[in-house]
């Protein structure tokens, strides 16, 4: 997979015109169900019942009810590396477009401006009697919606799902922009069986443009024999790595004695030998055994991480070991305080020989320089008295005490503009 991605990358210049075009798939980290499949919407529903303006017409209140029970389960989920990767991508290209069949909001929530909504949002509502009062469309957050179907505040008729039905016409600025897309060097089809018309159709066009076309799904799809390169994975470990392959970042980080290896969902085998090593199972986690759907979790949002931030969490290994990592070292965004905060870990065997401090430093030392970062926060528990000495020698001030999860927690903090 690595060379299928470096050939990718290599076609993924600066001035290169880019377009993405997502379908449910992209989602399916974030826990949002797809529509096709074993664990398919359409297997449980029926789209004559659910997503047609005739069935809108003959039960409302059904089709509303479906459309508030998957608003309610979309407002739990977070985007995932995926979204995150492709939100990072529409500022880092000059000449990107991200065209969706997703009505999830989720490409947006993760930061990605300007999406070409082929299908709608199901944030948005509309009044079914296109009332002359109410604007086409508008986006309500209401979850739950206190009553189905929910009325136009303009004429006091039932109002509408902000999504396309099968039967209905695409918005045809939507359309024109997203054919416009299609005129580009490369064109990525992501996570969408790639039947519906005519979302399954810009791949032609972009063919016949020239452009490399790329499909990541984990599964074939009618496009997998037309493309010109198929990367058979998930999209939100395919994207993460793909990113890291662009190089632009500044991932590895190299000190005197350490090299610091940003962990992608690829090194989840060494992060899991360095979680359950029972040296470090025991000072780190309480003795207890770290599943390694655990390190795929952390893999993920430190992927997630990388791609939204420039961190996340680093592998640290000594020029001098080898094979397995020393240690971990780290900022990450989901700590105990407002982010980012320093993590660390080292094996004890490592212990005393300044370690944690190198990696610590070569850190907080990409936070301040390259990311210019304000402030790094850190926390650790009263009865770990080696991180606080490490915390403390690498210049982060004590800030307060409080109990955190039950145990007394030391709060440590470091703010460039003091
Ligand atoms: P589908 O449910 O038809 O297809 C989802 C695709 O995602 C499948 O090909 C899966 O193999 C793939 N997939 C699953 N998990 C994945 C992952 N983690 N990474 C990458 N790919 C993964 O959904 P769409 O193609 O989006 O339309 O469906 C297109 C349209 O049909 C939808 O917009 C919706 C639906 O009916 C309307 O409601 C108008």
Redesign the pocket.
């Known amino acids: 997979m690595r060379s299928i991605l470096h050939r990718v990358a290599r076609a993924l210049g600066s001035d290169a015109r880019i377009t993405v075009m997502?379908?449910?798939?992209?989602s399916?980290?974030s826990g949002v169900p797809?529509?096709?499949?074993a664990d398919?919407?359409?297997k449980d529903f029926r789209?004559d019942d659910l997503?047609t303006p005739q069935a809108f017409t003959r039960n409302p209140r059904a089709v509303w009810e479906w459309y508030d029970w998957r608003r309610q389960a979309i407002a739990g989920c977070q985007p995932n590396a995926?979204h995150h990767v492709l939100a990072s991508w529409s500022l880092r290209f000059p000449r990107f477009t991200l065209i969706t069949?997703?009505?999830d909001g989720l490409h947006e929530r993760a930061g990605a401006s300007d999406v070409l909504r082929?299908?709608g949002s199901i944030w948005d509502v509309g009044c079914w009697n296109q009332c002359a009062g109410s604007p086409h469309r508008w986006r309500d957050d209401s979850v739950p919606f206190p009553v189905l179907p929910p009325s136009c505040p303009h004429c006091g008729g039932p109002l509408r799902p902000g999504?396309?039905?099968?039967g209905e016409l695409l918005d045809s600025e939507v359309v024109d922009r997203s054919l416009d897309a299609t005129r580009c060097d490369v064109f990525f089809t992501?996570?969408?069986?790639?039947?519906?018309y005519p979302?399954a159709g810009f791949l032609d066009h972009a063919r016949s443009h020239g452009a490399m076309t790329v499909e990541?799904?984990?599964?074939a799809?009618p496009a997998s024999s037309t493309v010109d390169v198929v990367v058979p994975?998930?999209?939100?470990?395919?994207l993460p790595e793909l990113d890291a392959t662009l190089g632009a970042h500044p991932l590895a980080l190299t000190t005197e004695r350490l090299r610091l290896e940003p962990l992608l969902p690829r090194h989840v085998e060494a992060a899991h030998q360095l979680w359950t090593h029972p040296e470090v199972r025991r000072y780190l986690w309480d003795d207890r055994i770290i599943p390694r759907e655990t390190a795929e979790e952390v893999a993920r949002a430190s992927a997630a991480d990388f791609a939204r931030h420039r961190f996340g969490l680093w592998l640290v290994y000594g020029h001098e070991e080898s094979g397995m990592p020393v240690g971990f070292c780290g900022l990450r965004t989901d700590g105990v305080g407002p982010g980012p905060e320093l993590l660390f870990g080292l094996y004890p065997t490592y212990w005393g020989r300044g370690f944690a401090q190198e990696a610590s430093r070569a850190v907080l030392a990409h936070a301040f320089t390259t990311l210019r970062l304000p402030r790094v926060t850190a926390a650790t528990d009263a009865p770990n008295e080696r991180s606080a000495r490490t915390l403390s020698a690498i210049g982060m001030r004590f800030d307060r005490r409080a109990e955190h999860n039950g145990l007394d927690t030391l709060f440590y903090s470091i703010d460039l503009r003091r």
């Open positions: 997502t379908g449910a798939g992209v399916a980290a797809t529509f096709r499949g398919g919407l359409w789209v997503a995926a069949q997703n009505v082929l299908h999504v396309v039905w099968f992501v996570g969408t069986s790639a039947i519906v979302a990541i799904n984990p599964e799809t994975e998930r999209a939100e470990l395919a």
